[in-house]
Nanobody, 114 residues
Framework: QVQLVESGGGLVQAGGSLRLSCAVS??????IEWFRQAPGKEREFVAR??????????LYADPVKGRFTIARDNAKNTVYLQMSSLKPEDTAVYYC???????WGQGTQVTVSS
């Protein structure tokens, strides 16, 4: 059974940083994504990481480019999302997801105060 468990969310002031973790069990890491959902809004893509010929490759949504970094530790089967220069509009529940499958974590709340 595939399980994804997010952690690392919390309350931070604007301009601050947080690092989210997504621990994956039940399958080898393939392409893993982060999404987020703010109150009253649809869930939106944040970032994706996958391997291309053993080279980690990442894709970012425009609103987070240059501020967020996605990385993976294959030995720990964990994907991270390092978030810097946080803005109030980054406030949302953050979810990790296995690309191409309907596997989602339970989410972790990130709140950025102004």
């Amino acid at each position: 059974q595939v399980q994804l468990v997010e952690s690392g969310g919390g309350l931070v002031q604007a301009g601050g940083s947080l690092r989210l973790s997504c621990a994956v069990s039940g399958r080898t890491l393939t392409a893993i994504e982060w999404f987020r959902q703010a109150p009253g809004k649809e869930r939106e893509f944040v970032a994706r990481i996958w391997n291309v010929v053993n080279v980690q490759t990442a894709l970012y949504a425009d609103p987070v480019k240059g501020r967020f970094t996605i990385a993976r530790d294959n030995a720990k089967n964990t994907v991270y999302l390092q978030m810097s220069s946080l803005k109030p509009e980054d406030t949302a529940v953050y979810y990790c997801h296995v690309w191409g499958y309907d596997y989602w974590g339970q989410g972790t709340q990130v709140t950025v105060s102004s």
